[in-house]
């Protein structure tokens, strides 16, 4: 009975101290996270310091919090992991206002989960070209292995021909037309862009949808627009993801490994 107290006691005390650890490692992660967000311009100065292999060590932890936050941390101090898949995978969807919600989250917090996809931002209706650009700078040697584009549907009337004079709303409705385009950066990708490689879906819909539409019946028009869309280009779905579930090679991951280990002895 002694001997079995004197073992709960002990294993209670070690259990404590690794608590305070974890407590003072994720308190340290957390300012270090607030300090680059209030200034920016200090993240070279924390990198010189040797921040990158100590994050590095602290991602690798037992403790699952102490893991999200040093994540996030590397984030911010510009630390990049290696892409996931055999190359760059790129998810782009087309802006619409109240149809890309992502909550009251800033985007460093969604670092935290090494799984979570790394591109994101609130600049053009069209971001596929955008999201390439930043994809170079993040892995400037790494192929790109699937772009997937996915619109919010195109509603292209029958016009008849206005031989009068363009009203200005209409005028004005033209150039807004034109500076919110979205299939002007698919025209360029399709030629740009391998057609094993690039893939964009923007479904035909049979009327115009204003943003905040929430009739049900209006949404059941939305789905079987889709559904419509995805049966006739069943086959390019089918292609789309056999490219997306192509896994990293045996020697990416070894190169991985050997790099993240590398990365992990300050110099």
């Given at each position: 009975?002694?001997?079995?107290?004197?073992?709960?006691?002990?294993?209670?005390?070690?259990?404590?101290?690794?608590?305070?650890?974890?407590?003072?490692?994720?308190?340290?992660?957390?300012?270090i996270c607030k300090h680059i967000i209030l200034y920016p311009a200090s993240r070279s100065v924390i990198v010189k310091a040797g921040a990158i292999p100590r994050l590095l060590r602290l991602s690798q932890s037992e403790n699952q919090t102490v893991?999200?936050?040093?994540?996030?941390?590397?984030?911010?101090?510009?630390?990049?992991?290696?892409?996931?898949?055999?190359?760059?995978?790129?998810?782009?969807?087309?802006?619409?206002?109240?149809?890309?919600?992502?909550?009251?989250?800033?985007?460093?917090?969604?670092?935290?989960?090494?799984?979570?996809?790394?591109?994101?931002?609130?600049?053009?209706?069209?971001?596929?070209?955008?999201?390439?650009?930043?994809?170079?700078?993040?892995?400037?040697?790494?192929?790109?292995?699937?772009?997937?584009?996915?619109?919010?549907?195109?509603?292209?009337?029958?016009?008849?021909?206005?031989?009068?004079?363009?009203?200005?709303?209409?005028?004005?409705?033209?150039?807004?037309?034109?500076?919110?385009?979205?299939?002007?950066?698919?025209?360029?990708?399709?030629?740009?862009?391998?057609?094993?490689?690039?893939?964009?879906?923007?479904?035909?819909?049979?009327?115009?949808?204003?943003?905040?539409?929430?009739?049900?019946?209006?949404?059941?028009?939305?789905?079987?627009?889709?559904?419509?869309?995805?049966?006739?280009?069943?086959?390019?779905?089918?292609?789309?993801?056999?490219?997306?579930?192509?896994?990293?090679?045996?020697?990416?991951?070894?190169?991985?490994?050997?790099?993240?280990?590398?990365?992990?002895?300050?110099?």
């Amino acid at each position: 009975m002694f001997h079995n107290s004197h073992f709960d006691s002990k294993q209670l005390g070690t259990n404590r101290k690794d608590q305070q650890i974890n407590s003072r490692k994720m308190s340290t992660i957390r300012n270090i996270c607030k300090h680059i967000i209030l200034y920016p311009a200090s993240r070279s100065v924390i990198v010189k310091a040797g921040a990158i292999p100590r994050l590095l060590r602290l991602s690798q932890s037992e403790n699952q919090t102490v893991r999200a936050q040093a994540f996030e941390a590397l984030s911010l101090v510009g630390y990049v992991a290696p892409p996931k898949g055999r190359g760059i995978r790129v998810l782009c969807v087309d802006g619409g206002g109240t149809r890309n919600y992502a909550g009251d989250s800033i985007m460093s917090k969604f670092s935290q989960d090494p799984t979570c996809p790394k591109d994101g931002g609130l600049l053009c209706n069209n971001p596929t070209a955008l999201a390439i650009h930043e994809c170079r700078l993040l892995w400037p040697n790494t192929p790109l292995q699937c772009v997937v584009s996915i619109g919010n549907g195109r509603y292209e009337p029958n016009l008849e021909m206005n031989t009068g004079k363009s009203t200005l709303k209409e005028k004005v409705v033209k150039i807004l037309d034109s500076a919110t385009d979205t299939e002007a950066v698919n025209t360029i990708l399709s030629d740009l862009l391998p057609p094993t490689t690039y893939f964009r879906f923007n479904p035909y819909v049979s009327e115009e949808w204003t943003l905040d539409e929430i009739r049900s019946e209006k949404l059941k028009q939305m789905q079987h627009d889709t559904l419509m869309y995805l049966r006739r280009n069943d086959f390019k779905v089918q292609r789309c993801a056999e490219k997306l579930m192509q896994q990293r090679h045996m020697h990416q991951k070894m190169y991985d490994w050997v790099k993240l280990r590398l990365d992990m002895i300050e110099r």
